[in-house]
């Protein structure tokens, strides 16, 4: 077993992926941090690009100019693939990734490709396959990307990530409801706001819906089996013999399950009150996943 507290990096500069994680605040921060160093450079490359990708979707400016940019990273990713040059130290940590790891193109296009769906008049209340794509973008790339980092591909560990990355992207988007609605977009999908007798896909009259708690909790219910079938397939027999190498990936998948259960227990009518998982809560959850005792979810 390695000893991952011990196998410390040099200091990081202000743009380094890792500086990036940091700064970030994000609950993948320690599952990510208390890595080997080489798999932790890797992951808080992937992160860092997603943040990149997502910053350029998310910032103020024109459609055209964010599909442009968005446009340069594929650009970018093709060239590495090719031989060509980094041209930032962005892109030269994904190479390094790349190169040790063997992660696929197809995967950090399709990340792209998620992204650029935020892009003009974003999502709202998409149908539920295009939520479902959405997230195999967004979320399962990721997770196809880390477990090449984490352990290796094959159909059992793929049907983890895959489940995972959904259900996490779910709670994500039942977490940011009010955040999202502040760039006008609505991830809870069409069929759930036609169930609850919600008749619009405007997030400032869904929000404020009287029926917006049905619809959230027929959300809620679907990250929940989704975290279900992750469970089942880490818990597989297929996986016993190298579930300590994705010990990062059950780290998350017991801090996501904390706070879809913490927004579920917060309830839907005052989306103002703040649900986190705190960085020494994250902290400890992932030391004690990498020691081989995960605690209850």
């Known amino acids: 077993m390695t000893r991952p507290l011990l196998d410390q ?5 202000a743009e380094s992926p890792s500086a ?29 690009f997603c943040r990149r990708i997502d910053d ?4 103020p400016g024109e459609t055209a100019e964010k599909r442009a940019a968005l ?20 892109a030269a940590a994904l190479k390094g990734a790349i190169d040790r790891y063997g992660l696929p193109r197809a995967e950090l296009e399709a990340l792209i490709d998620g992204m650029a769906m935020d892009v003009g008049d974003g999502l709202r209340g998409p149908a539920l396959p295009t939520l479902r794509l959405y997230c195999r973008r967004v979320a399962g790339a990721v997770g196809m990307l ?23 992207q779910l709670t994500n988007i039942l977490r940011d409801l009010a955040e999202d609605a502040q760039l006008g977009r609505l991830y809870l999908p069409r ?10 896909d405007d997030p400032a009259i869904v929000l404020t819906h009287p029926n917006l708690p049905q619809a959230c909790e027929a959300l809620a ?14 818990d597989s027999a297929a996986h016993r013999s190298r579930r300590g190498s994705l010990w990062a990936a059950v780290a998350m998948m017991v801090l996501y399950h904390r706070l879809l259960r913490r927004l579920r227990a917060r309830g839907w009518t005052d989306l103002s009150r703040r649900v986190r998982v705190g960085r020494r809560e994250s902290a400890w959850v992932a030391l004690r996943c990498a020691l081989g005792t995960p605690p209850a979810q």
């Open 146 to 168: 880390a477990i090449r980092v984490f352990d290796r591909a094959d159909a059992a560990t793929e049907s983890f990530a895959l489940a995972l990355g959904e259900a996490l």
């Open 221 to 234: 219910g679907l990250a929940e089996a989704r975290f279900l079938e992750a469970r089942r397939a880490i």
């Open 71 to 90: 446009d340069g990273w594929r650009r970018e990713i093709r060239s590495l693939y090719a031989g060509g040059a980094p041209t930032s130290p962005l």
């Open 20 to 48: 990036v994680a940091e700064r970030s605040g994000s609950t993948f921060y320690w599952p990510m941090r208390l890595l080997p160093r080489s798999k932790r450079a890797a992951m808080f490359a992937i992160y860092a």
């Open 9 to 13: 990096a040099p200091p990081a500069s």
């Open 191 to 200: 069929e759930l706001l036609d169930d609850a007798g919600i008749g619009s």
């Open 56 to 59: 350029i979707a998310d910032e």
